[in-house]
């Protein structure tokens, strides 16, 4: 997944001069990124367009907006999902609502790139999936792939887009191989992962990589699991979920953030107001645990939704 997001970025850059990136440590001089996301780009492009900042989350998000307002496409780079907070400010009252605020005379452009996920015991302030946070707020698009090929094309359509992007990229994932068609991949439009007919399991990133390994064990005891494979978060793809639901009749929605109050809770409001008729009996939600992520690498583990855990509440879901 680290090449391919390095070549949606080469991509971009190379069919638009508009298109820069910056965030800490992105140039070549500091070793691409700190994964290095975005090696090679400044020695291509010019550390004009791939900048390397200080140490501020703030200035990163300031400069970016800034930037976009007069034409540029920016990539930002917050190097951890958890120290979006420290962006907060810029993000959420600036970004996401000044083309409302200024009555559609202006866009916000910028794909914010971050990474997260647990397994690496890198504990509390470094792991938290934090995407309810700006999936509430109106204004941002939210997307997080879970395979090279969709990090590649929602990378290429989240640039292109005119409004602000946040580009969730999985830790555990960066060293996922597949194959990659170099094609756009638009931005709410979810995937059919896998096709079945007892139930249907909705996710993203780390989620979905789980909820296929869960589809193939259950299917050895003959449960057929449709696997929905979101990667936008923000606006979800109503018609491809709704059609599976409808046809399986039961759902497990899962993701690795805290279960309380996160994605999977509006989902699953949306299903049973909008498919009461069809479900067969209560939408299941399945996520980390309601605690900071845990330092111990067994309590992390324990911490987050995993194929065994999928698999439970698909069970209970079919009674």
């Given at each position: 997944m680290?090449?391919?997001?390095?070549?949606a970025?080469?991509?971009?850059?190379?069919?638009?001069?508009k298109?820069?990136?910056?965030?800490?440590?992105?140039a070549?001089?500091?070793?691409?990124?700190?994964?290095?996301?975005?090696?090679g780009?400044?020695?291509?492009?010019?550390?004009?367009?791939?900048?390397?900042?200080?140490?501020?989350?703030?200035?990163?998000?300031?400069a970016a907006?800034?930037a976009?307002?007069?034409?540029?496409?920016?990539?930002?780079?917050?190097?951890?999902?958890?120290?979006?907070?420290?962006?907060?400010?810029?993000?959420?009252n600036h970004a996401?609502?000044l083309?409302?605020?200024?009555?559609?005379?202006?866009?916000?452009?910028?794909?914010?790139?971050?990474?997260?996920?647990?397994g690496?015991?890198q504990?509390?302030?470094?792991?938290?999936?934090?995407e309810?946070?700006f999936a509430?707020?109106?204004?941002?698009?939210?997307?997080a792939?879970?395979?090279?090929?969709?990090?590649?094309?929602l990378?290429?359509?989240?640039?292109?887009?005119?409004?602000?992007?946040?580009?969730?990229?999985?830790?555990?994932?960066?060293?996922?191989?597949?194959?990659?068609?170099f094609?756009?991949?638009?931005?709410?439009?979810?995937?059919?992962?896998?096709?079945?007919?007892?139930?249907?399991i909705i996710?993203?990133?780390?989620?979905?990589?789980?909820?296929?390994?869960?589809?193939?064990k259950?299917?050895?005891d003959?449960i057929?699991?449709e696997?929905?494979?979101?990667?936008?978060?923000?606006p979800?793809d109503?018609e491809?979920v709704?059609?599976?639901?409808?046809?399986?009749?039961?759902a497990?929605?899962?993701?690795?953030?805290?279960?309380?109050y996160?994605?999977?809770a509006?989902?699953?409001?949306?299903?049973?107001?909008?498919?009461?008729?069809?479900?067969?009996?209560p939408?299941?939600?399945?996520?980390?645990?309601?605690?900071?992520?845990?330092f111990?690498?067994?309590?992390?583990?324990?911490?987050?939704?995993?194929p065994?855990?999928?698999?439970?509440?698909?069970?209970?879901?079919?009674?």
């Amino acid at each position: 997944m680290i090449e391919a997001i390095n070549a949606a970025l080469h991509a971009a850059c190379e069919a638009n001069p508009k298109v820069l990136a910056l965030g800490e440590d992105l140039a070549d001089n500091e070793e691409g990124g700190v994964i290095g996301v975005t090696k090679g780009l400044s020695t291509k492009f010019g550390t004009d367009r791939i900048k390397s900042t200080p140490i501020s989350e703030q200035a990163i998000m300031g400069a970016a907006i800034g930037a976009s307002l007069v034409g540029y496409r920016p990539v930002a780079e917050i190097m951890l999902m958890n120290f979006v907070t420290v962006a907060m400010d810029m993000i959420t009252n600036h970004a996401a609502k000044l083309r409302f605020m200024s009555g559609g005379q202006t866009n916000v452009p910028i794909v914010i790139r971050t990474m997260t996920g647990s397994g690496f015991s890198q504990g509390g302030q470094h792991s938290d999936y934090l995407e309810a946070w700006f999936a509430h707020t109106a204004g941002i698009k939210v997307v997080a792939p879970s395979t090279p090929a969709d990090a590649y094309g929602l990378m290429l359509s989240a640039i292109e887009d005119d409004d602000p992007v946040m580009f969730i990229e999985s830790l555990p994932l960066y060293w996922t191989p597949g194959e990659v068609d170099f094609k756009p991949v638009p931005l709410g439009k979810a995937k059919i992962s896998r096709e079945g007919s007892d139930v249907t399991i909705i996710s993203y990133a780390t989620g979905a990589v789980h909820a296929l390994a869960a589809a193939e064990k259950l299917a050895k005891d003959g449960i057929s699991a449709e696997v929905i494979d979101l990667r936008t978060i923000s606006p979800w793809d109503r018609e491809t979920v709704f059609a599976s639901v409808s046809k399986t009749g039961r759902a497990v929605v899962v993701h690795e953030a805290v279960k309380e109050y996160g994605v999977g809770a509006e989902i699953s409001a949306v299903l049973h107001e909008q498919l009461w008729d069809k479900l067969k009996g209560p939408v299941q939600r399945v996520g980390g645990a309601y605690s900071p992520v845990p330092f111990s690498k067994p309590l992390e583990q324990a911490f987050a939704p995993n194929p065994a855990s999928i698999i439970a509440a698909v069970k209970v879901a079919l009674g």
